[in-house]
């Protein structure tokens, strides 16, 4: 499973960025899937996991009403919709894909390159 995300980038507080997650060799519709973090001198942050419907979406305490999974299962791609943004947001962001939701919350198999979201004041 190759997954590669993208759609980072620099952005002032207050804005939104839209990451993606282009999964590669499989069909994404098959794992659940999450999106980390990890901010410099940081642990790595679970924020949301989605299972095979966006109804099974779930999200940590940080993300909880500013970021939005969802998959498009058509593009093979997931995102994460990230409104509202605040400079403690700035990270390296991945994406991850395992077999159950559980499973990619807590050590995923499979991760993808993260992409670089810089929060300015």
């Known amino acids: 499973v190759q997954l590669q995300a993208s759609g980072g980038g620099l952005v002032q507080t207050g804005g939104s960025l839209r990451l993606s997650c282009v999964a590669s060799?499989?069909?994404?519709?098959?794992?659940?899937v999450g999106w980390f973090r990890q901010a410099t001198g940081k642990e790595r942050e679970g924020l949301a996991y989605v299972g095979e419907s966006d109804e099974s979406a779930y999200y940590a305490e940080s993300a909880k009403g500013r970021f939005t999974v969802f998959r498009d299962n058509a593009k093979n791609t997931a995102y994460l919709q990230m409104n509202s943004l605040k400079p403690e947001d700035t990270a390296v962001y991945y994406c991850?894909?395992?077999?159950?939701?559980?499973?990619?919350?807590?050590?995923?198999?499979?991760w993808g390159k993260g992409t670089q979201v810089t929060v300015s004041s």
């Open positions: 060799g499989v069909a994404l519709e098959d794992y659940a």
């Open positions: 991850a894909a395992d077999y159950s939701i559980s499973s990619v919350e807590r050590n995923p198999q499979y």
